[in-house]
């Protein structure tokens, strides 16, 4: 994972499962996560993760505890050595724990969830990440979310969000270098529709929260990918969704079309007053105009971009940074631009 203060650079989605679900089990402001395995795996997918937020502005560094599997246990089996553990996260009082098995936990056959199923103060859930046998980063990120939406079906519903409409943000990027910034663009975007962010599915909200999750209106998506696993959330039946955070210049404008048909929402001003705002922020980098420029990839939101500003993309011009995930919204490609200026 980088560990570059440059938003080019987004941490790396390689590793095995166990990364991918400490990105999402972390994110919960007020849980414990529990990796079950050696302390050797631990300490490693650990120090990274923890590398990485402290790169990350705003960070909050998350309450982790290992049980730390020895010779001993992977002989006879670690279920012991969990139950023990799970008592110490217990006494921290936290909102809820999450238990991260690795591969070594997974190869010995521990049963988890029957361990994990003792504990009734405090919501546990067991994410089945499997280390390296459980698949690669991204996975680990579904069975999280898996887990926690699990989760979500079992907690009272808290009061809804003063906008009305419950809004779920859904698998966002925890460890992606301005995944807050993501946020307040959607916020923004969301506001010209009178509506908000009722729910961040998962990042940075109290495990309480997540019992609005079966009571949302509308699922905003990360990705396309995210489909599979809102397809078994425990929301009302034909619960509309948009599968994507919005990109590119005639991709914000119709995430807001998207948003506003979903809810029945006559979004005409609101598009008409993001054209206004994306003139407004094209004006400001006219001086773009006739720059000779080469995208990588040339993605379609990239090339719409350079091309409403008359820039002229060519194999030969100066090559531009287009970071991986794509910035969001028409603020996004406002920081886009500024870096592009000054690689011109």
């Avoid at 705003?58 to 006879?76: K, M, N, Q």
């Avoid at 939101?301 to 028409?330: R, S």
């Amino acid at each position: 994972m980088s560990s570059s203060h440059s938003p080019s650079n987004t941490p790396s989605s390689d590793g095995c499962t166990l990364a991918g679900a400490l990105s999402v089990a972390t994110a919960v402001a007020d849980g414990v996560t529990l990796v079950h395995g050696p302390a050797g795996c631990a300490h490693h997918h650990v120090s990274l993760l923890l590398t990485t937020l402290l790169d990350t502005p705003g960070a909050r560094l998350p309450t982790l505890l290992s049980d730390d599997l020895g010779e001993r246990e992977v002989i006879f089996g670690g279920e012991a050595a969990l139950d023990e553990a799970l008592d110490e996260a217990v006494a921290l009082s936290p909102g809820s724990i999450a238990v991260i098995q690795t591969c070594v936990a997974d190869a010995i056959g521990d049963d988890c969830a029957a361990v994990a199923s003792r504990i009734r103060s405090v919501p546990v859930v067991v994410v089945k990440s499997g280390g390296f046998l459980g698949g690669g980063f991204h996975e680990g990120e579904r069975e999280a979310l898996r887990a926690y939406a699990g989760l979500a079906a079992r907690l009272p519903a808290p009061p809804e969000p003063d906008e009305g409409a419950v809004i779920a943000l859904v698998g966002e990027k925890n460890l992606e270098y301005g995944a807050d910034r993501h946020a307040d663009e959607l916020g923004r975007l969301l506001g010209r529709l009178d509506l908000g962010i009722g729910l961040r599915f998962v990042r940075g909200v109290p495990t309480a929260s997540f019992g609005l999750l079966p009571r949302a209106d509308l699922l905003v998506l990360r990705e396309p990918s995210l489909g599979a696993v809102a397809d078994r959330f425990p929301v009302r039946p034909r619960t509309p969704r948009v599968d994507g955070f919005p990109v590119g210049l005639s991709g914000t404008l119709g995430f807001l079309g998207a948003v506003g048909q979903a809810l029945d929402r006559d979004a005409t001003a609101a598009r008409e007053a993001e054209i206004e705002h994306q003139e407004t922020l094209l004006a400001r980098f006219g001086g773009l105009s006739g720059a000779r420029i080469r995208l990588p990839g040339s993605p379609p939101w990239a090339v719409e971009l350079a091309e409403t500003l008359g820039m002229k993309v060519d194999g030969a011009g100066v090559p531009v940074p287009l970071p991986d995930p794509a910035p969001v919204g028409t603020d996004g490609l406002a920081r886009l631009l500024v870096r592009w200026r000054r690689a011109l």
